[in-house]
Nanobody, 132 residues
Framework: QVELVESGGGLVQAGDSLRLSCAAS????????MGWFRQAPGKEREFVGA??????????DDFVKGRFTIARDNDNAKSTVYLQMNSLRPEDTAVYYC???????????????????????WGQGTQVTVSS
């Protein structure tokens, strides 16, 4: 059982940056591949990016490539995953979630990596609002 907590969201202006964090309040995801998703009002939850358990491979959706970066810190027993968001746009406004990947195979071309159905533990989300 893993309980995740996201933090770092807030209200920013277009062009600004934010860094979101994801940590485990219970259990550990140190050896798990992790993903970030977001959900805007009235829209389905969509994939943002993912990172291998050792930080060796990151996967991003096209709309964030070059603007968002995922990293992780495994130096502590529980690990922390980050989502650095630069050049934010109003359309990035959403609740952002981190989650533990449970789909098995992980690669840049594995379609399961981008499906929320393949993630087993979710945080409560953190709100990001970007004003124009």
């Amino acid at each position: 059982q893993v309980e995740l907590v996201e933090s770092g969201g807030g209200l920013v202006q277009a062009g600004d940056s934010l860094r979101l964090s994801c940590a485990a309040s219970k259990g550990s995801f140190r050896y798990s591949n992790m993903g970030w998703f977001r959900q805007a009002p009235g829209k389905e939850r969509e994939f943002v990016g993912a990172i291998r358990w050792n930080g060796g491979l990151t996967v991003y959706d096209d709309f964030v490539k070059g603007r968002f970066t995922i990293a992780r810190d495994n130096d502590n027993a529980k690990s922390t995953v980050y989502l650095q968001m630069n050049s934010l746009r109003p359309e990035d406004t959403a609740v952002y979630y981190c989650a533990v990947y449970s789909g098995g195979s992980y690669s840049a071309t594995e379609p399961k990596v981008k499906s929320p159905l393949e993630y087993s533990y979710w945080g409560q989300g953190t709100q990001v609002t970007v004003s124009s």
